[in-house]
């Protein structure tokens, strides 16, 4: 069954510092990877996603993921944080090929709070 | 291009009403899902609409229901209304059904029953 994990309910980190968001993930074929922010009050937000290729994916904002396939992970990251980029993130993938469960699947979350 | 539209943004109802949610997607995009929101959950998947059929649907009871229009738009109602049904109703929409673009999401509704 697919699956997806965000093994962090919450990350702190100072302005100005690199930050890592963790996804790892379980599909039986290959996966198609997104990452969104959500902040107070709002939707949803489209940040970046893998398809294929590249494994390094940059996505809006300055923010970037790893695919790692032998680790089956897709981490976010971004090289210096800012204060604005405290929200709630989510992984997702959906299992590329699959006919009768074709859904994006969702981790829980990761509150990430930039710290002045 | 206009956004995903939800309406209203807010509902307070009481326990055993029903409530009818709207979404309007981006101009263009034939596929609306809804998802529930809540702190405790996370995002749960509800249903997908595509070309006004249901394709999908997550493991909600009976009482969560939906349906898409020819123009796209959707709602969904919720019959019965229990207090574990306050949660964010987010709806999203994509330009196909199984598409590896991303999905779109609009601004929720905030039910609240009470």
Known sequence: AQS???PEDQVNVAEGN???VKCTYSVSGNPYLFW?????NRGLQFLLKYITGDNLVKGSY???????KSQTSFHLKKPSALVSDSALYFCAVRDRGQDSNYQLIWGAGTKLIIKP | ???VTQTPR???KTRGQQVTL???PISGHRSVSWYQQTPGQGLQFLFEYFSETQRNKGNFPGRFSGRQFSNSRSEMNVSTLELGDSALYLCASSRTLRDDTEAFFGQGTRLTVV
């Open chain 1, 4 to 6: 997806v994990a965000q």
């Open chain 1, 36 to 40: 969104y922010v959500q902040y107070p």
């Open chain 1, 18 to 20: 690199p930050l890592t």
């Open chain 2, 22 to 24: 709207s979404c309007s």
């Open chain 2, 10 to 12: 807010y509902l307070i």
């Open chain 2, 1 to 3: 291009k206009a956004g």
């Open chain 1, 62 to 68: 300055g923010f970037e993921a790893e695919f790692n």
